[in-house]
Structure formats: structure tokens, C-alpha cells
């Protein structure tokens, strides 16, 4: 995980689709292999994208609690308890779990929720694979 670098910011191509909406070549996809994932700067944003299991996800790299650098965390599982398991802790979502690296806020990669609190879930952009480039919309 990694800030882009400027040269990687000059190659990055971008234009519009039938909508509109900006798209972005980010890297190629062996860049970034299952269970990385790296930090890009995109039209004056931070975004992390994240390969998890083969599929892409992007997120703000700002964290909702104090804008924390987010995607610049360690991703994980996180251990969970529930009535079901008869209040055991388990492990759980393995490889799907952001934690921020200032004041250890977790969320899951695949939905942006947090796993705190209810109501926070980030932003997710949508990221994929296309002829070996990873590609983004703003
Ligand atoms: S800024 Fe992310 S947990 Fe505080």
C-alpha cells in the first residue's frame, strides 16, 4: 500500500462515459494481486482500492471520525459474537475489514459500513477490471 506516485498520476488517463461521469485507468491489474491494496489520488481525491478475493472495491481514503487517512490501515477480519453461535467469538470476514490506522475505526471493504455504528457507511466508487486495467468512476 502506497500513495501514487507523480509520474503515475500523469499516466493516468481519464475520460467520460455515456453518463457523463469520469473514468479512470488506475494501474495494471497485476499491480494490485488478491488481498492488496493501495491508496490513488484521482481528481483531487484519495481514493483506496482494495482487491479482495479477486474483486475490486474503492473507498474514500478519509475516515468519518476525524478524516483520518482510512485506506491507509491494515485490513483484516475483526472478531464478532452473536446469539446464533451462542455468544462465542468467531472470526469474521476475513480480509474484509479496514481498520483506520489512528483511532482504530473498522469497516467492511465490500459495503463501506462501519462496524461500530449503524448508520455510518462510506462512500464506494465504482472500481473494475477491463483488458488488464484497473478502472475507476468518479
Ligand atoms: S480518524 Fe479514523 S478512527 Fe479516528
Not at 488517463?13 to 453518463?19: G, I, L, Q
Not at 489520488?41 to 483520518?68: D, S, W
Request: aromatic share 8%; hydrophobic share 35%.
Amino acid at each position: 500500500m502506497s500513495a501514487t506516485t507523480r509520474k503515475e498520476r500523469e499516466q493516468r488517463e481519464a475520460r467520460e462515459d455515456r453518463t457523463g461521469r469520469a473514468e479512470y485507468i488506475l494501474a495494471r491489474a497485476e499491480e494490485l494481486p488478491p488481498g492488496r491494496h493501495r491508496v490513488f489520488a484521482v481528481a483531487g481525491r484519495e481514493i483506496g482500492v482494495f482487491n479482495v478475493a479477486g474483486t475490486y472495491h474503492a473507498l474514500p481514503n478519509l475516515c468519518p471520525h476525524q478524516i483520518g487517512p482510512l485506506c491507509q490501515g491494515r485490513v483484516s477480519g475483526t472478531l464478532a459474537c452473536r446469539a446464533e453461535t451462542g455468544w462465542q467469538l468467531e472470526w469474521v470476514h476475513d480480509g474484509e475489514i479496514i481498520t483506520c490506522p489512528w483511532h482504530g475505526m473498522e469497516f467492511h471493504i465490500p459495503t463501506g459500513q462501519s462496524l461500530a455504528f449503524k448508520e455510518i457507511r462510506l462512500r464506494r466508487y465504482k472500481v473494475w477490471e477491463e483488458d488488464g486495467l484497473i478502472k475507476l468512476r468518479l
